[in-house]
């Protein structure tokens, strides 16, 4: 498919916002990476329209790529009418509308729009208008190529829904100082004797027209209509981006509040490519049906411990016997230890940078499951297992499947374990304040809007120093809030993933 608005979007906008490098990179293919550099164009535009002393002139991206892709498959459409009901229908059009209007009037609009609304050849100074007109595309005569999107181009004016962004292909020069809306109403004759097309039988234009006249104040009706009622005549490439168009307008127009989102839970198996694995629970009858669990945060913990006893017990091996018999006595049979692994160095640092010096690390942000080496490592552990176990109290700890701390050493060493991008999903995002990695060789940053408490960003960035390249993952979010900055989110489609945590 054609190159998103390679064509009609005006010479003064291409000024204005910028436009020239960031139009030429949309490759029209509908990935991911031209979704970025949608919100790039939007992020503009909104800058230069003030938009935040006037909000009313906010415009989307998921409603200018809903534009870009209409726009597309409107180009699409036409090629498959030549291709399959009449080839010659544009050269026979301009010679129909020249015949009824005369040489000069026709000319003279073509050379308007070309010039208002150039290509990139022309908008670049690598050729006039002139030359243009007189050239060819693909064997087919620019002329020929120019009165076909100036025909696009009407339709989009004429779209109720593309109004938000009519600054970029506002025709009211060309209604005002050429034939142009005699061009289009002569047009329109011509296309009323020739064969129709699609699945109402209609003229070419008519048909293109139609999913405004459906849904006039809705990109998202527009594309439901065209995806509904064109789907023989796309692919399934087309058809899968109609869908990731409606889910980022989706997704932009989601009322936001706290609490939960709905859970939803993926199912592995043979569908999947996976082998079936039922569930297959033990009953535990040897120890469940007598637990009796207290839960206990370790550092809370040792601190009331050490007042009550008056020195201080920082290690586990250093609990005294005293208060697991306390335990027994009143009846525990399991003992709950919160905080127990390692955790992120990072998470204690963005606390303290940002205003909590005392702040020690989140208990889920876990750098490494190992017991902390505050509370004297593995083997204080296993003192304190086998003191409690003699009293007939066994010991759980908290596991944190979702995500590890920003800093971890999975994050080091597995990067590609977690959900990221290769890019900053959000134009705006800026990661210049400190860097929380204890690692020379890896970079992290969190983005700045955490610093001055102006943005929660779902991302950090995290760099290899030594060969520059960057990525961006995600930060770990269980759907009930805002994402936690301390942490990054494991991705449970990779098989690899799944095992390590399993």
Known sequence: MSKFFEFHVSRKCRDRYRLDDLLSSLNGDGEIADFRTVRLIVRQMNEMRETGAHPEKIVKAGDLNALGLIDQIFRHISDLYQKE???????????????????????????????????????????????????????????????????????????????????????????????YLKIMKSLDGFFDNQPVFGPENQSLIHMLG??????????????????????????????????????????????????????????????????????????????????????????????????????????????????????????????WLIGIWERSPASQTIKRLTGNPEALASAYAIYDYAIASDFGGEDAFQQFKDRARQRGILLASDMVPNHTGIDSKWVMEHPEWFVQLDYPPFPSYRFTGSNLSGNDRIGIYIEDGYWDQTDAAVIFKWIDQEVGNSRYIYHGNDGTSTPWNDTAQLNFLREDVREAVI
Not at 117 to 129: D, E, I, K, N
Not at 147 to 154: K, N, R
């Open 85 to 179: 009901v009449k080839p010659e229908v544009f050269p026979s059009a301009l010679e129909w509308v020249t015949t009824k209007l005369g040489t000069e009037s026709i000319e003279q609009a073509l050379r308007r729009f070309s010039e208002s609304f150039p290509p990139l050849g022309v908008y670049r100074g690598m050729q006039s208008v002139e030359e243009f007109l007189a050239d060819e595309t693909e064997g087919t005569p620019n002329v020929v190529v120019a009165l076909e999107e100036m025909i696009l181009h009407y339709l989009a004016n004429k779209n109720p829904a593309f109004a938000p962004f009519a600054e970029l292909f506002d025709d009211r020069s060309l209604r005002r100082e050429t034939a």
């Open 210 to 335: 139609t999913p405004a006249l459906v849904s006039p104040a809705s990109l998202s009706g527009q594309l439901i209509y065209i995806k509904d009622r064109w789907a023989s005549l796309l692919s399934g490439d087309v058809m899968r981006r109609i869908l990731l168009a409606l889910d980022l307008i989706r997704e932009e127009e989601k009322l936001r509040f706290f609490g939960p989102g709905p859970a939803i839970v993926p199912h592995y198996g043979p569908a999947m490519g996976l082998y079936d694995e039922p569930e297959q629970f033990s009953s535990d009858r040897g120890w469940m049906p007598q637990m009796v669990l207290i839960a206990k945060s370790v550092y809370v913990w040792l601190d009331q411990i050490s007042r009550k006893y008056g020195r201080p017990i920082t290690r586990l091996d250093q609990i005294p016997d005293e208060e697991l018999d306390i335990l027994a006595r009143w009846g525990f049979t399991g003992l």
